[in-house]
Antibody
Framework: QITLRESGPTLVKPTQTLTVTCNFS??????????VGWIRQPPGKAPEWLAL???????RLNPSLENRLSVSKDTSKNQVVLMMTNMDPVDTATYYC???????????????WGQGVLVTVSS | DFQMTQSPSSLSASLGDRVTITCQAS??????LNWYQQKPGNPPRLLIY???NLELGVPSRFSGSGSGTVFTFTISSLQPEDIATYYC?????????FGQGTKLDLK
């Protein structure tokens, strides 16, 4: 059974750096084809894809935010970390991590999600 | 720039109705499209992957079709528990992108 859980601050000040951790179980990030993605969703709006880190440490970042984003993994801890610098009130959103895999020629993008953490950016 | 257009943005329907939502991509994304259901306070739930494949455990009244640039999501007979917001997600072109959402409510 695949589960993911995000943890991090619920309130950050403008210009601060946000660090959100995704702890997962039921899969391993050293298995070929596996990845963990990050998606955020501002209140009342559609989700926005942020980043994806793969089993081989390859990374994809949303170009609109890539100068502010970094993503890393610790396979031994079953953990992925998202960092976003220079936070602004428009970055207020629920931040989710989600599972991705590639099995028997079929891609499974974001089939399992964590419950998310609502991050408010305010002074 | 790649665009993903979902329509309608809102929809009112009666129980038992057939409901259809569309996502249109600005370029060919083959079949790399998911459909999600989201209820307030919950993360999106995957219903359909690769445009037309039903995720395990999802009721068969949900279906998806299409390839290339035009995709359709259908609920064959609307049930009370289907009241939610629905999103498409394309995962062929970076950056991956979601549709704007369709809020479904009861007429």
């Amino acid at each position: 059974q695949i589960t993911l859980r995000e943890s991090g601050p619920t309130l950050v000040k403008p210009t601060q750096t946000l660090t959100v951790t995704c702890n997962f179980s039921g899969f391993s990030l050293d298995t070929g084809g596996v990845g963990v993605g990050w998606i955020r969703q501002p209140p009342g709006k559609a989700p926005e894809w942020l980043a994806l880190i793969y089993w081989d440490d390859d990374k994809r970042l949303n170009p609109s935010l890539e100068n502010r984003l970094s993503v890393s993994k610790d396979t031994s801890k079953n953990q992925v970390v998202l960092m976003m610098t220079n936070m602004d009130p428009v970055d207020t959103a629920t931040y989710y991590c989600a599972h991705r895999s590639h099995v028997w020629g079929t891609y499974h993008y974001f089939d399992h999600w964590g419950q998310g953490v609502l991050v408010t950016v305010s002074s | 720039d790649f665009q993903m257009t979902q329509s309608p943005s809102s929809l009112s329907a009666s129980l038992g109705d057939r409901v259809t939502i569309t996502c249109q991509a600005s370029q060919d994304i083959t079949i790399y499209l998911n459909w999600y259901q989201q209820k307030p306070g919950n993360p999106p739930r995957l219903l359909i992957y690769d445009a037309s494949n039903l995720e395990l455990g999802v009721p068969s009244r949900f279906s998806g079709s299409g390839s290339g640039t035009v995709f359709t999501f259908t609920i064959s007979s609307l049930q009370p528990e289907d009241i939610a917001t629905y999103y498409c997600l394309q995962y062929d072109v970076l950056p991956y992108s979601f549709g704007q959402g369709t809020k479904l409510d009861l007429k």
